[in-house]
């Protein structure tokens, strides 16, 4: 028997833990599967160009990245190109300095344009498999899912992790749409193996029960963004998140 078909016979046998827990189901044509990211997000911040107000990105960008986040969003849908690009460049060095990943919503483009980890997808934006085509295998692509066939639908067309929810009510995004719950949360996570990370209305007093739901992360913006002292309270979250 060939190396390759030894190991398709051996994860058949016993399927192995991947890195977030759950059984990882090999797919020879999948991938995402063959060339998985080791990347950790236990807690994923996502910095909305309308919750900065007057403050310096700069200096909002160096905070959470103190407070011990690891992976960054930028969200600037209303904003005009040349200014979202601007914003990147300046959240892609700082996070470089961290080596903390550095994911662009929406923007296939710029995440191009600065070199960013990836890109973060909603269901009516870029289709996967454009957006995995343009950035080769090497970029993060993680895709919005509220429902078992879509969150089944990003993994079969290769995406590295999904972002689930809204978990809980939410006036951070406009079209998030009604909360799915923490069971419908685990529901999801349990229905595939990429990473999953919880999202919408998330904060410290809940976060645990969103990691015990099955969550392999959260994402959270409010929480930080509203806070008067960003650094403590990124800080705060990822005792919560880490605290196992």
């Known amino acids: 028997m060939s190396p390759l078909g030894e190991l398709v016979q051996e994860q058949a046998e016993s399927p192995a833990p991947n890195w977030c827990g759950r059984p990882l189901q090999l797919d020879l044509d999948n991938t ?18 309308g919750f900065i107000g007057n403050r310096s ?8 990245l103190r407070g011990g986040t690891n992976m960054l969003q930028l969200r600037a ?5 040349k200014k979202i690009l601007a914003m990147a460049k300046t959240i892609q060095k700082i996070s470089h300095r961290f080596n903390v990943p550095f994911i662009l919503n929406d923007r296939v483009d710029l995440v191009l344009a600065v070199d960013a980890s990836g890109v973060h997808l909603g269901q009516d934006d870029m289709p ?15 895709i919005s899912v509220k429902t078992v066939r879509d969150a089944q639908d990003a993994q079969k067309d290769g995406a590295d992790y999904l972002g689930v929810g809204p978990v809980f009510a939410t ?16 529901t999801i996570a349990t229905s595939v ?9 998330i904060n410290a007093e809940n976060a645990k029960d969103v990691l015990q739901a099955g969550a392999d992360g ?11 002292d960003p650094e403590m309270a990124t800080r705060s979250l990822w005792r919560i998140v880490t605290d196992d």
């Open 32 to 49: 995402s599967a063959r060339n998985m990211k080791k990347f950790s997000f236990r807690l994923y911040v996502i910095i909305d160009a």
């Open 193 to 201: 193996w990429l990473p999953v990370v919880g999202i919408g209305g």
């Open 171 to 186: 006036k951070s995004k406009q079209d998030a749409g009604s909360p799915i719950g923490l069971k419908h949360l685990s």
């Open 218 to 228: 959260i994402a959270v913006l409010s929480a930080i963004l509203h806070a008067k």
């Open 77 to 81: 849908k209303n904003e005009p190109t």
């Open 128 to 142: 996967l498999p454009i957006a995995r085509k343009l950035l080769g295998k090497d970029k993060i692509i993680g």
């Open 57 to 64: 990105l700069t200096s909002l960008v160096y905070a959470v």
